[in-house]
Structure formats: structure tokens, C-alpha cells
């Protein structure tokens, strides 16, 4: 297969964020408004420091206000839930995401449960996941946001494909099948009861992996010509490198990647769309709060 059925979601990223840096100049000059993105750590977590530093580089670059608050692992619940009621009432702050996972000693859907709907920039709050569900002005999950904005690039029109999800996370899987199904594909669902996995693949013109597995999608899973999308992010450790790891998906790249007609990567493909979804969620709810159209990104 050639490079160009390889989707760089790096420079498709890229091109979203620099129009998202447009939008925000013309906020500004238009309307005096500046949207504005709060970021809040909790702990340590390796991964999830870099990519809330990635996130916050981003805001900035885009030309938005960014916000970061990094808190110990031993933050209370009331401690971040004051936080976030600080967060909801400060004009400045149009968007709030708290990077999951939290520490043990927090209620994570509670915290969720906390924040404004029109300003959760993540789509976890209930309010938004119902509007998703039954239609309306929902702030949608940035990374399946991400995977839907790629397949549209690639496939144009995505009615009556047959679409194959696999993962059923409120994060990931869900929203996923969701816009599928809004985008009128014909949808499958499948988790770690499914009967026959590798068949239910086949069957996919669209196939999403989101589980959390390490190349746990094999070439001969995928119907040649189908649009794969992989969205795990494992880090594996590196053959004959002692204490170094390398990124893979959820998806055999090597073998998938001469059967499938296009093919999103890892590194390299969902992760930096999240980030680019992520600005662009902020720009809508600034837009909305404040009672303006949001530009179409
Ligand atoms: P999650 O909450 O752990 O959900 C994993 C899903 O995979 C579950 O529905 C689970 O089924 C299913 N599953 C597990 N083992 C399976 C198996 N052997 N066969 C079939 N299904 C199986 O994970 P998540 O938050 O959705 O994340 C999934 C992956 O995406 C992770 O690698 C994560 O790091 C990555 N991710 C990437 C981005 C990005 O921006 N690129 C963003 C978010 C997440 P059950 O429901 O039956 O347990
Ligand atoms: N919105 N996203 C949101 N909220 C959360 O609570 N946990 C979580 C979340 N997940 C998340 O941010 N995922 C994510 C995953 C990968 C990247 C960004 C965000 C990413 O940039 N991945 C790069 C590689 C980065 C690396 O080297 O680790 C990639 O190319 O895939």
C-alpha cells in the first residue's frame, strides 16, 4: 500500500488547528473574545502529564487563553470540586477539561457531574451525552470527534457503510457509534464478550479500534479496501532496549496496512485530532456562551 493511504492526522491537525487559530483572531477582533481552556491535572500519571502540556502548548499557540492547574495525588474531592465550582464561574474560562484517570480517593463521574455542561469541553457530562444521544447542540468527545472529522476527509459521504466499533467506552466507543450512526452508517458494537471478533471485522468498511490492547487487530481481520482507525495508545517495551518503550495501537500496523484502503496510525493519527477537537470544542462554547454563532471549523 502507498503512503497516501496512510492518514497523517499530524498535518491534518496541524491545518485544523491553524484554523482554529484564525477563528480565535476573529473573535477577538470581532466580538473582544478570547476563549479560554482550563486544564486540570490530578497527580503524576506519566502519559496524562504529557498530554496535558501538549494541550495547554496548543491553547496557547492557537492564540487562546490556557489555564493549568495541576494538583498532588493526595487533592480531596472537595478540594477539586471547589475548583471546579471556581472554574464554572469564571468568565474567562469557557472550556474545562479534567484529565481522567483521578486518583482512587475521587468519585470520577461525580467530578464530571460537577462541571457546566456548556463548558465541558470533554462531552462527559450527562447533559451532553443525552443531547448527543437524542439531538441537539452537544459538546461532542474530542477523540471520536477527531476520528469522524478523518474519515469524512478520506470517504466523503459515509451513508450506509458498515461500521464496526470495538471498545464501548463512554470516552471513546460510545460517542464513536453515535456519530457513526448520525452520519448514517449501518453500526456494530463490539466489547470483550463479543462472540466472534475477528468475523465481525471482516464484515466492517469502517473499523474503529479503541480497546486498550497491543495490536490485538490483525491484517486478516480487516475486508480489504475497509478505512481502519486505531485509536489505542499502549506503550510496549523495546525489544533489546532495557527500560525503553515504544507507542503501538490496538491495530497490527505492519500487517493491516496492505489490506486496508486507508489506515490511521499510531503515533501519529487520533492523539494529535483529540488535541486539535479539544480547541476547536472550546471555540464552540465560547461562541455559544457568549451568544455567537460558532464558526465552522
Ligand atoms: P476502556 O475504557 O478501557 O475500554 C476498552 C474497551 O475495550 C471496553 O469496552 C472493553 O470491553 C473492550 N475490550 C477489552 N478487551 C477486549 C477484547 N479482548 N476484545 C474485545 N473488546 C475488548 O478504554 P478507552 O478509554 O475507550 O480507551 C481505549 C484505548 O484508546 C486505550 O488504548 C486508550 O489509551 C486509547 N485512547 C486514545 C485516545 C487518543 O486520543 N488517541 C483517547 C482516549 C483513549 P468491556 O466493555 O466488555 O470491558
Ligand atoms: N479529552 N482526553 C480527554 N480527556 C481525558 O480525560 N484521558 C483523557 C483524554 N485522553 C487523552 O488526552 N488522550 C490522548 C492520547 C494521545 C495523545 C493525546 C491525547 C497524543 O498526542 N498522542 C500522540 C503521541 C504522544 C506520545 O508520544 O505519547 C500520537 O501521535 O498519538
Known amino acids: 500500500m502507498a503512503d497516501e493511504n496512510i492518514i497523517d492526522g499530524k498535518a491534518f491537525a496541524a491545518d485544523l488547528r491553524a484554523r482554529i487559530g484564525e477563528a480565535v483572531t476573529q473573535l477577538k477582533a470581532q466580538h473582544d473574545l478570547t476563549p479560554g481552556l482550563a486544564v486540570v491535572l490530578v497527580g503524576a500519571d506519566p502519559a496524562s502529564q504529557v498530554y496535558v502540556r501538549n494541550k495547554n502548548k496548543a491553547t496557547l499557540e492557537a492564540g487562546m487563553q490556557s489555564f493549568e492547574h495541576v494538583l498532588p495525588d493526595t487533592t480531596s474531592q472537595e478540594e477539586l470540586l ?14 474545562i477539561l479534567v484529565q481522567l ?6 468519585d470520577e463521574q461525580a467530578v464530571i457531574d460537577a462541571i457546566d455542561p456548556a463548558k465541558d469541553a470533554d462531552g462527559f457530562h450527562v447533559i451532553n451525552t443525552g443531547r448527543l444521544a437524542a439531538g441537539g447542540d452537544a459538546m461532542v468527545p ?5 476520528c469522524l472529522m478523518m474519515l469524512k476527509d478520506r470517504l466523503g459521504d ?12 463512554n470516552i471513546v466507543g460510545k460517542p464513536m457509534a453515535q456519530l457513526l450512526l448520525d452520519a448514517n452508517c449501518t453500526i ?3 466489547h470483550s464478550r463479543t462472540a466472534d471478533l475477528p468475523a465481525t471485522c471482516r464484515r466492517a468498511d469502517i473499523l474503529v479500534a479503541a480497546v486498550g490492547r497491543p495490536e490485538m487487530v490483525r491484517g486478516d481481520w480487516i475486508k480489504p479496501g475497509a478505512a481502519v ?38 503515533p501519529g493519527g487520533v492523539g494529535p485530532m483529540t488535541i486539535a477537537c479539544l480547541l476547536a470544542n472550546t471555540v464552540t462554547a465560547a461562541c455559544r456562551q457568549k451568544g455567537i454563532e460558532p464558526p465552522a471549523l
Not at 474530542?142 to 477527531?146: E, I, M, R, S, W
Not at 451513508?159 to 471498545?167: R, T
Open 158 to 169: 459515509l451513508s450506509g457503510k458498515e461500521a464496526v466499533i470495538v471498545g464501548r467506552s
Open 188 to 190: 456494530t458494537i463490539c
Open 101 to 106: 484517570p483521578l486518583p482512587d480517593q475521587i
Open 229 to 266: 482507525i486505531d485509536v489505542g495508545i499502549n506503550r510496549v517495551p523495546k525489544p533489546g532496549e532495557e527500560g525503553k518503550f515504544r507507542l503501538v495501537g490496538d491495530v497490527a500496523f505492519d500487517e493491516a496496512k496492505d489490506v486496508a484502503g486507508v489506515i490511521a496510525p499510531v
Open 142 to 146: 474530542c477523540t471520536p470527534l477527531g
Open 82 to 95: 471547589s475548583l471546579i465550582e471556581r472554574l464554572n464561574s469564571d468568565d474567562a474560562v469557557h472550556g
